[in-house]
């Protein structure tokens, strides 16, 4: 192994998103998000109002302590850093005509830190936290009208920072619309409410937006380059009967969809049939086709925590109740505490099978392991975490990462999910803790948020350093 596996100029950084970890939910002239009434994440339905439960509308106060966190990303010599804009900071209520220049000048200041440090900013334009009042007003994505507030909310930013960032991504994790709509879309009727229908138009609705994003962008600064971001999820049939082989093929049609219109601007042939026989009748105003095909991405981002096993007769087999998109347990696989299964190879394909389908550049923009965390104190006197699980997750997914980089894959970047400890998506915990900095916050809410380096902090502080050398000691 040498060391030009991972190429001059790999983007090494960490990845965080604005409504787990910024706090300051109502400061500044901030709007509420959907965040802001979901205190247990997906796991049970929104309150009416903010609870002091919810432990997002604090975060880890990155609002008031971003420079001294952005700090010490650039002492690990973070190449980019991923976050998002929360839209609420720019429209508080998503439909009004000017923005709030408060929002405005948070992340200005945000991006001048990065970039003093020569850190790239890699800035998510929506990340599950559409805000409230389209959620309520317009139920979200399902209303084409969230276009237009959307085009106006991201050709605000683009002109704002069209000198200070260069990486864009125009939604997180897309296709988790159709399994958390309100999380995920800002769809206020009730998941058990909505028919495919509402679902696949309210699909639509994102990836017109995101194709006009990308044509907004790059008008404003062609050097721009955007892209779109899915949840990953290899599936495996879980034995050679050809039912379970089709079966699987079938539930990774489900995720390529949203790429493959992302990429080529169109609906592909497997997604028309699937709407024929379910009855769904995409509605396309004028210009959508046209649009979808002549703004298709620069590059394709996503997140990859787990692969699945899929089989035509799940029912015989043991769920896979910790995956994020179902399936049936893998019984090759080792899982996390939160029942996520773990598979490094399973990064190695989906990034050869990603590269095989489009031959466009990739970009692993969430990778990492969510474990409860203990402090102790250290040789040094220091307080610290001993975090060898996630070294150990980290190292040999990376070493797939290099595999699939000598199988040919062009891969410009990695950034590790939750660099530093932020609230969970999923289940809002603190101690579901994925970052290389700990940081003081209880799931009760208590705690000093001090930060605090874990062990991992030097460990990934040498694989920046050695462009991923380090890796194969």
Request: contains cysteine.
């Amino acid at each position: 192994m040498t060391e030009t596996t991972f190429p001059k100029g790999f983007l090494w950084g960490g990845a965080t998103a604005a409504n787990q970890y910024e706090g300051a939910y109502n400061e500044d002239g901030k709007g509420l998000s959907v965040q802001d009434i979901m205190p247990n994440g997906i796991q049970t339905p929104p309150t009416e109002e903010p609870t002091p439960d919810n432990l997002k509308l604090i975060g880890i106060d990155f609002y008031h302590r971003y420079k001294e966190d952005i700090k010490l990303f650039a002492e690990m010599g973070f190449k980019t850093y991923r976050t998002s804009i929360a839209w609420s900071r720019i429209f508080p209520n998503g439909d009004e005509t000017e923005p709030n220049e408060a929002g405005l000048a948070f992340y200005d200041a945000v991006f001048d830190e990065c970039l003093k440090y020569g850190i790239e900013p890699l800035i998510t334009l929506s990340h599950y936290e559409t805000p409230l009042h389209l959620a309520r007003t317009y139920n979200g994505w399902a209303n084409r009208d969230l276009i237009d507030f959307y085009e106006r909310y991201v050709t605000t930013v683009f002109n704002r920072y069209k000198d200070k960032v260069k990486y864009w991504l125009t939604f997180n994790e897309i296709n988790s619309v159709l399994h958390a709509p309100f999380m995920s879309g800002g769809i206020n009727t009730p998941k058990e409410d909505l028919t495919e229908q509402d679902l696949y138009q309210a699909v639509h609705h994102e990836l017109v937006a995101s194709a006009l994003a990308t044509k907004i962008g790059h008008e404003i600064n062609p050097d721009f380059q955007i892209g779109c971001m899915v949840l990953a999820m290899p599936a495996y049939p879980m034995t050679p009967n050809p039912e379970d082989v089709l079966s699987a093929r079938h539930f990774e049609n489900s995720n390529y969809l949203f790429s493959d219109i992302h990429v080529r601007g169109e609906y592909p042939g497997y997604a028309k049939r699937l709407f024929k026989e379910k009855g769904i009748e995409i509605e396309f105003a004028e210009g959508d086709a046209e649009l979808l095909k002549e703004n298709t991405v620069d590059f394709i981002s996503f997140s990859y925590y787990m692969s699945t096993a899929i089989a035509a007769n799940p029912e015989e087999y043991d769920s896979g109740v910790g995956n994020l998109l179902g399936g049936v347990n893998n019984p090759y696989l080792e899982s996390s505490e939160w029942g996520w299964q773990i598979d490094p190879v399973g990064l190695r394909i989906v990034l050869n099978d990603f590269w095989d389908r489009y031959q466009k550049p990739l970009f692993i923009v969430e990778n990492g392991l969510g474990a409860k965390d203990v402090l102790v104190e250290g040789a040094d006197g220091e307080m610290t975490v001993e975090d060898d699980y996630r070294i150990d997750y980290l190292e040999k997914h990376l070493q797939q990462v290099g595999e699939a980089i000598k199988d040919g894959v062009e891969l410009m970047g990695y950034t590790t999910w939750g660099c530093i400890d932020l609230v969970s998506a999923s289940t809002a915990e603190l101690s579901k803790r994925y970052g290389f900095i700990y940081v003081d916050r209880n799931d009760d809410g208590s705690g000093t948020l001090n930060r605090y380096k874990k062990k991992s902090f030097n460990w990934y502080k040498e694989v920046i350093s050695t462009n991923g050398e380090s890796l194969y000691k």
